[in-house]
Nanobody
């Protein structure tokens, strides 16, 4: 079994900051890419940021310069530092890991999501 647990969401004013965390646990052999997505009401799920096993990163144009993704491989954890938040950043943030569970092959695993609300 693999579990992905997110934390760090909440309500913040425009211009504020939040730091999201997502920890993977269970019978994990290896983790490849880790990423953050967001789902806003009435909109499609979109990729916000991703980080490879070699620490290469990519970001959605809308968050470049404001958000930073990082990972701690020893803790199987990915972070998303969000600064200069805007109301349009509001949504449910979900983490995803491409990982190899012991006894299986590479698969996508998702967290349950954490709500981020930015008030104007």
């Amino acid at each position: 079994q693999v579990h992905m647990v997110e934390s760090g969401g909440g309500l913040v004013q425009t211009g504020g900051s939040l730091r999201l965390s997502c920890a993977a646990s269970g019978t994990i052999f290896s983790i490849n890419a880790m990423s953050w997505y967001r789902q806003a009401p009435g909109k499609q799920r979109e990729l916000v940021a991703a980080i490879s096993s070699g620490d290469s990163t990519n970001y959605a144009d809308s968050v470049k310069g404001r958000f930073t993704i990082s990972r701690d491989n020893a803790k199987n954890t990915v972070y998303l530092q969000m600064n200069s938040l805007k109301p349009e950043d509001t949504g449910v943030y979900l983490c995803k890991a491409v990982l190899w569970q012991v006894g299986r092959s590479w698969s996508d695993y998702w967290g349950q999501g954490t709500q981020v609300t930015v008030s104007s």
